[in-house]
């Protein structure tokens, strides 16, 4: 084997310039050549080859977003792109293919699969850490830094002005940033696509009324996951605010979440899956995904990796739900010696 590709897909995550690093280094060592290609599988049916080398390697860990670029590329399930993309990747003597990315990426890795004779291996990159065969992606753990940090901002504010606020995190159709940001922001409620029964708005209202009276000077924060109110947090607000007679001011964080420097937590497993990526090609491994289970790299079938969804942590959901509730119970509840 003389030569890999490496490409970025789907929605960027901090992190992913760490994990080509890891790779184009990694595979030097080894006497493998790196060729990416720019914006994902669009770039691989267009040729936008771009060769990789460790001296460009140097400053790119610390950068958030990804320098290979990437898109989504709907067109892509199309049995014609992906014996184009084949097309490409033979006429460059290419043996294999590293995709980072998530879900839909891997899906698409899939399909190139079953009309290309190269390996085909995929790393998890994603902010919605929904990845099933791995505990955490590549992305996840900044985004939750990135909210956490947005949402004790908005704390100052709010508690300065005794106000509500509904935070909007992403996640697509996973809790996983938002629970993990409802527990490190301390919020006082969350609404999580995974929980059963979702919470009514009339209970939603009467908490947030319970806690004026309890706390007339106090914040309240909600850390709502996206795409799960009908007509999104604003209309929440709306609908709450209508409720209470009180304000409920919506806050989407939006695609702040992606941005950013990595942090370590995300640089360290960028370069632990990118070098683990190098060396299952070389041990002749294919259609896998590289992910981390208890702080062991694993291999996983890339087919489990969207053929079941990931669960979120109950025990971490407990806590959560445990937590927001104590505030008002100890302020109604009179100990005795």
Known sequence: MNKIA?????GDAPGMNACIRAIVNTAWQDDVEVIGFRHGFRGITQDLAQPLHPDDMRLVSQRGGTFLKSSRYPEFREVASA????????????????????????????????????????????????????DTTIGFSTAVDTAMDAIDKVRETAEAMARVFLIEVMGRHAGFIGLHAAIAGAAEAMLLPELEPQPKLADMADNILRAREAFPDSSYIVVVAENLWPGGVHELGNNLS???????????????QRGGRPNAQDRILAMQLGAAAVSAILEGKRTIMIGLEQEH???????????????LDQRLVQLQLGLQGVNLASKSTTKTA
């Open 297 to 311: 790299v694993v291999e996983v079938p890339l087919h489990l990796t969207f053929a079941r969804d990931k669960p």
């Open 242 to 256: 209508k409720a209470t007679g009180v304000t409920c001011h919506p806050c989407p964080l939006g695609h702040i």
């Open 83 to 134: 014996q184009a993309a084949a097309k490409v990747l033979d006429s460059h003597d290419i043996s294999a293919l590293i995709v980072i990315g998530g879900d839909g990426s891997f899906r698409g890795a899939a399909h190139l699969q079953a009309h290309w004779q190269g390996q085909v291996i995929g790393i998890p990159g994603t902010i919605d850490n929904d990845i099933a065969g791995t």
């Open 6 to 10: 490496v490409i970025t897909s789907g």
